[in-house]
């Protein structure tokens, strides 16, 4: 089955920096890839999602690279603000089985 | 409003008492499921559901049971409920979208069930 691993674990950026977050996943079959977010407290919720078809998405500070041949794909947010600060899950799923796996999550920490 | 509602949102049981945790859905999506999160683990997969009265196990199902007798419903039962299954559970619901040429399945998730073992 799929496994999706998660790095790193924790990140703590100041203000205004970037947060660099990957994922590896194991099934070359997978084609989904979303990523959430999850504040303290609350439900996890979508924030984007690309598909194999796709290499590369933005959403204003946003972004989302996949590269299917080495299996991996990674979160780019830019101009981090406090309240990007949550957990966030990177998850992989091949959709014709509709079984999303997510990793570990990474807890990012921004600093005013 | 569109919604995955969870009762109840905070449990506190003993070892070996029933219980069973609602899931309720107002999308009218196919595909729900049932995940369980833990420090350092992640969310994973407890069970899952494709449509009425059809389940499967995810990567984490002993000690739990499911029913889909309605489209709308997913509770998650614990028969003998024991302390290793403390943790913070939230049900999903989701469909299975086209765009681009290409699927996705985004999962809209309940509050989430902080349960208590003891």
């Known amino acids: 089955g799929e496994n999706v691993e998660q790095h790193p674990s924790t990140l703590s950026v100041q203000e205004g920096d970037s947060a660099v977050i990957k994922c590896t996943y194991s099934?070359?079959?997978?084609?989904?890839f979303p990523w959430y977010k999850q504040e303290l407290g609350k439900r996890p919720q979508l924030i984007i999602d690309?598909?194999?078809?796709?290499g590369e998405k933005k959403d204003q500070r946003i972004a989302v690279t996949l590269n299917k041949t080495a299996k991996h794909f990674s979160l780019h947010i830019t101009e981090t603000q406090p309240e990007d600060s949550a957990v966030y899950f990177c998850?992989?799923?091949?959709?014709?089985?509709?079984?999303?796996?997510f990793g570990t999550g990474t807890r990012l920490l921004v600093s005013p | 409003e569109a919604q995955v509602t969870q009762n109840p949102r905070y449990l506190i049981t003993v070892t070996g008492k029933k219980l069973t945790v609602t899931c309720s859905q107002n999308?009218?999506?196919?595909?729900m499921s049932w995940y369980r999160q833990d420090p350092g683990l992640g969310l994973r997969q407890i069970y899952y559901?494709?449509?009425?009265?059809?389940?499967d196990k995810g990567d984490v199902p002993e000690g739990y049971k499911v029913s889909r007798k309605e489209k709308r419903n997913f509770p998650l039962i614990l028969e003998s409920p024991s302390p290793n299954q403390t943790s913070l559970y939230f049900c999903?619901?989701?469909?299975?979208?086209?765009?681009?040429?290409?699927?996705?399945?985004?999962?809209?998730f309940g509050p989430g069930t902080r349960l208590t073992v003891l």
């Open positions: 999903a619901s989701s469909f299975l979208g086209l765009a681009g040429g290409q699927s996705y399945n985004e999962q809209f």
């Open positions: 099934d070359s079959a997978s084609n989904y």
């Open positions: 690309i598909r194999s078809n796709v």
């Open positions: 998850a992989a799923e091949n959709t014709g089985f509709q079984k999303l796996v």
């Open positions: 999308m009218n999506h196919e595909y």
């Open positions: 559901s494709m449509n009425v009265e059809v389940t």
